[in-house]
């Protein structure tokens, strides 16, 4: 880190202030799509959504409805977020970074209030799909923009910075939503929470512009973000040109087989922890933030660690390819002990064991997707990125499409040996079809 603070000393730093707000806007993303995980523990909540008078018990059969309606609401929205991701990283290609995360995180603020407005399952789905839709766009833009403002010896490290972000909001959420639900019920919390994006908005505008194109960057910072080539000046590549590289698949297919791990954590672990039957001691919603603080606390540090490990590695004169790999075998072994989580009795232990999971996987998704920008011309990143996201997105709905007829017949037990092996084999598929992270040539347009 001394190393990296000289340099900046030298160069500038206002690509750092960048990812500062590429931070901030992962983490209201976070916060407004997790919202969600945390109302389903509300008993009003519960209800309304299936439809039964508030004062009626729910029983046994009524919460494995309702499971299965939620799973129902999560598919929707990862579907909605997997073809929102392909749009997005079109979008993003064509009219820029600036206009097109403005319009994204307009589009997802809405939505995000819309939840809190509506009394049913059907209502719900709308307010899901189109959040996913809107908040497809923040990686596709995020990633684009560290391509513009990092030379690639940095990127994993600003990556692995601003996709912190997402941890953080997971935080805010489990420890201010049950919170905000306690004091003014469920609906507020959508309304609250989906109205901070307009801060993140303005702060956006105000501070992006291409490096080229900035007012406060200096020459020497210029000059050092550059350092890998001039900035793409052709048109952006055709998704049906894209889909031809292998390099592509490399990160594309990787997506599909983790990123559903990831959506598993986000909304099924505060009922995870609320009624996993092996726990000597089940969390409600008041006690749900503490777990998550921990945990998401732990995912941060993963998230810059295994970020900057990869810029170390690669500071020590490992190839690119070397580094990203190397770092992402340690990821993806940290995450196989897992699958005892759901086998403990202890909250704490399976706390442990989630949090190091988590950890990894920041971990391994600061590099996965910096293997886009080591491989092809900036042009092309958004696109790639986008359908990386697609094939994520659509792991994640497959997946959660399933989970509340897995959880009801076979427990947690399977889904966690999933993720423990997901990683493993996602890296095998990553290194078969990019053995050496080559740099794609793309014809000029």
Known sequence: MSALNTLNQHVGRYRWRICAVLFLATTINYIDRNVFSFTMLDPVFRHQMLGLPLDQPLTEADMALFREKMSFLDAIFKYCYAFGFLLAGYMIDRIGVRRGYSVAITGWSLAAVMHGLVSSVPGMAWARGLLGIGEAANFPAAIKTVSEWFPKKERSFATGIFNAGANVGIILTALCVPWIIAHWGWRASFIVTGGIGVFVLFWWLAVYRTPENHPKLSQEELAHIRQDGPPDNQLPVK??????????????????????????????????????PAFDTKLDLKQIGIPFLIIYLVSDVGSVFFGWLATRFIGLGWSVNKARKVTMLICALCVVPIVFASMTSSVVVAIALIALATAAHQGWSANLFTTVSDQFPRRAVGSVVGIGGLMGGLGGALLAAKVGFIINTGGYAPLFIIAGSAYVAALVVLHTLSPKLATVEIKAA
């Open 239 to 276: 998704w049906r040109e894209l889909v031809r590289y292998r390099a592509t698949w490399a990160f594309a297919i990787p997506k599909f087989m983790t990123d559903a791990i990831w959506w598993f954590y986000l909304t099924w672990l505060p009922t995870f922890f609320n009624s996993n």
